[in-house]
């Protein structure tokens, strides 16, 4: 039988390491030994924003999306969300 390949996992929160196979940390959510919700591997957090943004780039232009972004004013402890609210409601 073919050994699967593995990764280091690391928990942020409870800092546990372990190696688990590529497949399950893919797909993982949450961490197995403490329960905290995982972040998604760097690339597929750049691949869905890439995504969510083509078709202004396609619209509008890259300056323009990129512009925009820039023009966020978050304060200090604000999520972008509570700026993007205060900002527009």
């Avoid at 961490?31 to 780039?57: H, L, M, T």
């Amino acid at each position: 039988m073919a050994k699967s390949e593995t990764f280091t996992f690391v928990c942020d929160k409870c800092q546990i390491e372990a190696e688990l196979p590529k497949f399950l940390i893919k797909t993982m959510q949450h961490c197995p030994f403490c329960g905290a919700r995982c972040n998604p591997p760097i690339d597929e957090v750049r691949q869905n924003i890439k995504f969510s943004v083509y078709s202004f780039i396609d619209d509008y232009g890259m300056d323009f999306v990129i512009d925009t972004i820039r023009s966020i004013k978050i304060e200090e402890g604000a999520s972008a969300w509570d700026a993007l609210v205060k900002e527009y409601y």
